[in-house]
């Protein structure tokens, strides 16, 4: 299992996607969200793209009003697009889902339990 970090806005939409992720919810991951496009993955073009590193994606969560970080488990058993030439330590993958919140868009790290505050 690969996992990588996903920055979304509180829609669950990436930046730059405008279709919401499902979103994990009481402590299980959301369910299975797939590229629809079928053609070849291409970095930054097609796929679904994530960070390898924490501190990127909380960097980037910086930038965006109301973001918010999860942590991304991609379905290794399809085709993986690792290119770090010029991309800052992503990665492109043709299936993935959510397992957790992680941070928000303070840059702040917030590993979310199972419970929730009254």
């Not at 501190?55 to 980037?60: N, R």
């Not at 109301?66 to 992503?90: F, I, P, T």
């Amino acid at each position: 299992m690969t996992v990588l970090y996903k920055v979304l806005d509180q829609a669950g939409a990436s930046q730059y996607q405008h279709t919401s992720w499902p979103l994990p919810l009481h402590g299980m991951p959301g369910d299975w969200f797939e590229c629809h496009d079928k053609g070849p993955l291409v970095m930054c073009a097609n796929g679904l793209h994530g960070w390898e590193s924490l501190d990127k994606a909380l960097q980037e969560a910086r930038s965006v009003w109301g973001a918010q970080v999860y942590e991304m488990e991609v379905d290794d058993s399809e085709e993986v697009l690792r290119d770090r030439g010029g991309y800052e330590e992503k990665m492109c993958c043709r299936r993935a889902r959510l397992v957790r919140l992680v941070g928000d868009s303070n840059g702040e790290l917030i590993l979310m339990s199972d419970f929730v505050w009254q």
